[in-house]
């Protein structure tokens, strides 16, 4: 237990002494998202019966969960492989379901952090209500967990930072921006429709905005089933890869 | 008694070649033991294969009786190991560093045993300094203290000294050799051969992943008379 709590610690320290970096920086881009956004269409558009940019904050605020969780427990590995600096944790008796659950931990907690950040940064642009806090929180959970541990089998898997950043820029970037963060799936042609009910991240969005809003495109107990699913699958194979030392133990 | 260390008929691959071929030895508890030979003799992979970094082949290593890979978290607990590489975490401080290191041993409050490291290691007036502004030579000592945090019976240090100034290495050696009278035992891998010819009561030679020779210092120049332990290792390489 003093091992997942030291680790975790760690963890957590390591990107809350550059929090200017990675916690301010992201909340800041969201804001500017809602600006840009905002302005150009926040007169012309309602979703769901509600102002374009009362709309838009939920999914800024998820998006930045669901990235940031990612990209505290990818770099934080991929640092620690490329510098070397790795072996402190691997060579303590440090269980691989400890190592798991305090990296993720960890990631979920940065991306609550910059998600509340963001909420407090644009909640005077917009006019917001959470009807419903807990399937907010549940999402917000689930969300974070899968992407830290999609970020852990990143980290694990890559073995130069451009190998990481294809990861990202080709996988995470087009799941999230594709995910209903900007608009209502019933907004595009049937095709693409039907295309994002296979992205998770979808699922994610609406649900999360659900707790904002009461109303959303899947019902929220298909969305969450599905986000849970995901999170136990990749999960299951992220402690697999960790018990075979996969990338890690030579 | 059950040995420190206790390695047998280890094999191990990269690919097609053969870094280990059948590594067999035991070092007995309280040893300060040498493990010499040129590079890619496969010290480094044996030492890794011993700190659960590497999975060999075949084979099968012990610590104090604890299998490395099946009783992995006893058999670490008992392990110290001093990394070949000089590698650090740029986010800590020495001291936030060595009280990270203790706890991923289980160990909280440990300041007491941290103070003394620090101090015999002459590290104590850079306890807040961060690892990033530590000279090369400081961020070896810093990599020796936190394989010494959790106190454990077996010590490796490989090549502890490479790059370290003529002081700092007396004074780690005063350490090490004083750990080792206080009952460690100590695994040394290194190149500079007079250390190991002062410090090591017995010493294994290994050479294309084989030990080609083990006994005890005395002995091993007792077979050269006149030699020194550089020009034994070199005759021993060139059979």
Redesign the interface.
């Known amino acids: 237990m ?2 997942f ?3 975790f ?2 963890e957590f ?2 990107f809350w ?2 929090s200017f970096q990675t916690v301010a920086a992201p909340v800041l881009t969201a804001l500017l998202y809602l600006l840009i956004f905002g302005h150009v269409l926040d007169e012309h558009v309602q979703v769901h019966g509600v102002r374009y940019i009362s709309f838009l904050v939920p999914g800024l605020v998820m998006m930045q969960v669901l990235q940031n969780a990612f990209a505290n427990s990818s770099s934080s590995l991929i640092q ?1 492989k490329i ?3 790795i ?9 691989y379901s400890a190592f798991f659950a305090a990296y993720v931990l960890a990631a979920v907690v940065r991306g609550l952090l910059v998600g509340v950040g963001v909420l407090l940064a644009t909640v005077w642009f917009a006019e917001l209500k959470v009807v419903a806090p807990w399937w907010t929180l549940a999402f917000a959970l689930f969300g974070g967990g899968l992407f830290a541990a999609l970020g852990m089998i990143a980290g694990i898997w890559s073995e130069k930072f451009d190998q990481l950043a294809a990861f990202q820029n080709f996988l995470i970037m087009p799941l999230t921006m594709l995910s209903g963060v900007f608009y209502s799936i019933y907004t595009l042609p049937t095709f693409w429709q039907g295309l994002s009910h296979y992205n998770p991240v979808f699922y994610m969005i609406d649900g999360f905005r659900y707790g904002f809003f009461g109303v959303s495109d899947v019902a929220p107990e298909t969305s969450l089933a599905v986000v849970v699913a995901c999170f136990a699958a990749v999960s299951m194979l992220t402690l697999r890869l960790l018990k075979r ?1 996969w990338k890690l ?2 | 008694m059950i040995p420190a260390v206790s390695i047998v008929d280890v094999v191990k691959h990269f690919g097609s070649l053969q870094a280990l071929a059948g590594v067999s030895l035991d070092i007995e508890q309280g040893e300060f033991f040498g493990l010499l030979g040129p590079n890619g003799a496969g010290k480094t992979t044996l030492i890794s294969s011993l700190a659960g970094l590497i999975r060999p082949d075949s084979g099968t290593i012990s610590v104090m009786g604890h299998d490395v890979i099946g009783d992995f978290r006893e058999a670490r607990r008992l392990l110290g190991v001093v990394p070949q590489e000089l590698v650090f975490d740029p986010f800590f401080n020495v001291r936030e560093t060595l009280r990270i290191q203790s706890g991923y041993f289980g160990i909280r409050k440990n300041d007491d045993w941290i103070d003394e490291i620090l101090e015999h290691l002459d590290l104590a007036s850079k306890a807040d300094v961060n690892m990033r502004r530590l000279s090369g030579g400081m961020k070896r000592r810093v990599l020796v203290a936190q394989a010494l945090v959790h106190r454990p019976p077996v010590i490796v240090l490989d090549e502890p000294t490479a790059g370290v100034d003529v002081e700092l290495r007396q004074g780690l050696w005063q350490f090490i050799r004083r750990l080792n009278g206080e009952g460690h035992t100590i695994i040394l891998t290194t190149h500079y051969l007079e250390e190991a010819e002062a410090l090591c009561n017995r010493i294994a030679l290994m050479k294309q992943g084989r030990v080609i020779a083990l006994d005890t210092t005395a002995n091993l120049m007792a077979a050269h008379p006149g030699a020194s332990l550089e020009q034994v290792f070199v005759r021993t390489m060139q059979q």
């Open positions: 003093i091992g709590l030291t680790l610690e760690k320290l390591r002494k550059v620690a510098t070397g600096s072996v402190f944790v691997l060579l303590p008796p440090i269980p030392g133990r030579g």
